[in-house]
């Protein structure tokens, strides 16, 4: 639903061009379901470095059209960690981090080594992509429908996981019941994603908002502190929210996935069914900008609902 694209920095450093940068203008983000790798961490300096190496005199109009570029590019960008440095170009070096990490695809000029994961801009541009080989690896697929079962939600949601950075499970009505564990088998199958593959960065922050409409606080609070800890793989950390809905205010109802590189709606819930034999699925949809932004400020940079006790933090053992 978000994935992550690997960009050639020297690629990138001729989008100061309009006319090679028009067929990807709007096509990075997460309105679209694109995000952009920053591989390796200097990804920004290596693009300006080879601006420079392309037009050696410089051109101030083209450099601040670049500058504007990168802005964009870079707002909500997936951060890795540098690697393979004895390899003498970006594109081998980033051949060599998919094998290890993978990302969704690799953007070049150029596929000397016919890499299925590397898509060539004549490719994309000429209008050939749909009969290539590597056309998947380009395409977003359509927004999933899957059973309501812990390993396929967590795996329609693992390429947005694996590269994220904060990850905030916001159900109002998670129930952290290990009898009837379609609450804590979803959270945990996700947990183990999230924490699997940080890119040789820091563990990604995690978080879960519940509700205290309906069952009140102390008894969200005794379940969770009893049972979280059990489905925390080792080393990671969850911040538990509980809130309570302000008079006239938002009410605490939606579903969602919400993460620093963009968010993922779920019509029915994050639990998966306790039916045998079920037949149920849900619907997942991709948050636009504007929805994520709005989300995400209500539930973490600008809450619009009250907390109805002092957040806590629980780890693996904990009690």
């Not at 694209?5 to 006319?19: F, G, I, T």
């Not at 300096?45 to 601040?64: H, L, S, T, W």
């Not at 994309?124 to 899957?146: F, L, M, Q, R």
């Amino acid at each position: 639903m978000i994935y992550e694209y690997a960009l050639d920095p020297e690629m990138v450093a001729s989008w100061h061009d309009r006319k090679k940068y028009a067929f990807f203008a709007g096509r990075f983000g997460m309105d679209d379901g694109r995000v952009v790798s920053g591989y390796p961490k200097k990804w920004r300096q290596m693009v300006r470095k080879a601006f420079f190496d392309q037009i050696p005199g410089g051109d101030p109009n083209a450099e601040m059209r670049l500058n504007a570029l990168l802005d964009t590019l870079c707002e909500k960008m997936v951060k890795r960690n540098n690697s393979f440095p004895d390899l003498p170009s970006w594109l081998e070096k980033a051949e060599y981090e998919h094998a290890v990490r993978p990302f969704r695809s690799v953007l070049s000029n150029k596929n000397p080594r016919s890499k299925p994961f590397v898509v060539t801009t004549d490719e994309v541009t000429g209008g050939t992509i749909a009969e290539s080989k590597n056309a998947d690896h380009w395409i977003i697929p359509p927004a999933p429908s899957p059973p309501r079962d812990a390993s396929e939600f967590a795996q329609a949601v693992a390429p947005m996981l694996r590269c994220c950075q904060h990850a905030v499970f916001v159900d109002p009505y998670f129930d952290p019941d290990p009898y009837r564990p379609r609450f804590l088998n979803t959270l945990r199958e996700m947990l183990v994603i999230l924490w699997s593959q940080n890119h040789g960065m820091e563990l990604p922050q995690a978080e879960l908002h519940i509700s205290a409409d309906k069952k009140g606080e102390n008894e969200i609070l005794r379940k969770c502190r009893a049972h979280l800890p059990d489905i925390i793989p080792l080393g990671g950390k969850i911040r538990v929210v509980i809130w309570k809905s302000r008079a006239c205010g938002e009410q605490l109802h939606n579903r969602y996935l919400l993460t620093d590189i963009g968010s993922v709606g779920f019509c029915a819930g994050l639990d998966e069914t306790d039916q045998a034999g079920h037949d149920e699925s849900d619907d997942l949809f991709r948050l636009s900008s504007h929805q994520h932004t709005k989300r995400w400020g209500q539930y973490v940079s600008a809450p619009a609902f009250e907390e109805a006790c002092p957040p806590i933090e629980l780890s693996a053992g904990s009690s």
